[in-house]
């Protein structure tokens, strides 16, 4: 280890910052969890808080960023990939040594935080708003000075009103001192006073601070909708699980019941729908032949829809026709293809009749047999 600090640090410089970079090789090695924190705007009495706080769920270290670049070149053979850090030592960095996983230590730093009042030249962390409402104060020289900062108000009930809401200072921009001055005065503290997570290295992974932002409801409400829309599919392709077999057995069922209807599979299970299916099908057939049908216990007549009684001509008003002319009547065409359909019509529904009673018959069988 000597033999590498003294080929990283020369030999002019003070030994405590060789203790420095010897100290923080030693912490690499032994903590599975390295981060790199931005302190920067952090005034001291907060930090001491927050260490004091944070105090025996890791190991914090601040020192000048070319020490830790020195302690991170020096530490890369015995842990691949700590070199990586280096791109994320901005602003005024310090390192985190911990054994809790990434995710848990970005939450437990995020809740220590504590807002704080704005103060100009500083970065919006995100939109700044002031909202609509009434104030505190009296009409004045403040009309004026949120004009100044971008804010309409007005009178309203004898105190200062802000018309509409409207953001004053846009995430990332720096923030104006007038600006900065109107929201002491209103109370808004946009700012957070905490240890800003930047990077944390883990088994030669690099985790940025966007990914170990976890919304917790946010998260919650993905793993709903991954399961539902996991259950849906499996359900869709029939892939049998302890969610799905269930609902896959009824569906088999109702399928399996819809082809032996469709197909009239005779089964106990759907005769009484085969039944009702076939009286559907023989009176729609009884209406387009234009056919009366007769049901009796064990078979079904059939006869035309004609007069039963019509009265025949008297054979002497037939002998006069004959004599009156002797003229042949031939049908038309159309008379002829009417007749023929009509024949046809008949044809199928004396066919249906036996199919129907075939059904009948068997349906009274499978009574029989239940009786017995």
Known sequence: MEQELKSKVQAHVAEYKKEIVGNLINLISEYPIIAVVNMENLPAPQLQTMRAQLRGKFVMTMTKRRLIKLAFEAAKAKKKGI?????????????????????????????????????????????????????????????????????????????????????????????????????????????????????????????????????????????????????????????????????????????????????????????????????????????????????????????RKEEKHKQLPEKKEITEQKHESTEIKVPTREELEANIKMREKQKEAKEFEKIYHDIHKKAIEEQDKKQD
Do not use: C
């Open 83 to 303: 070199e990586t850090l280096e791109a994320h030592l901005g602003g005024m960095p310090a390192l985190i040594f911990t054994k809790e996983n990434p995710f848990k230590l970005s939450k437990t730093l995020q809740k220590s935080k504590s807002p704080a009042p704005a103060k100009a030249g500083q970065t919006a962390p995100r939109d700044i708003v002031v909202s609509k409402g009434a104030t505190s104060f009296a009409p004045g020289p403040i009309i004026g000075e949120l004009a100044m900062a971008g804010i309409k108000s007005g009178v309203e009930g004898g105190k200062v009103a802000i018309k509409e809401d409207v953001v004053v200072v846009k995430s990332g921009e720096k923030i104006k001192p007038k600006v900065a001055e109107i929201l002491i005065r209103l109370g808004i503290q946009p700012m957070e006073v905490g240890l800003d997570l930047v990077a944390v290295f883990e088994n030669g992974l690099v985790y940025t601070r966007d990914v170990l932002s976890v919304d917790e409801s946010e998260y919650k409400s993905r793993l709903a909708n991954a399961s539902r829309w996991a259950f849906n599919l499996a359900t869709y392709i029939s892939y049998p699980t302890k969610s799905t077999i269930n609902l896959l057995i009824g569906k088999a069922y109702n399928d399996a019941k819809a082809i032996g209807i469709a197909q009239n599979i005779f089964d106990k299970g759907i005769i009484d729908f085969l039944l009702g299916k076939a009286q559907q099908q023989m009176l729609s057939l009884k209406t387009a032949a234009n056919i009366e049908v007769v049901e009796t216990k064990h078979e079904i007549q059939t006869e």
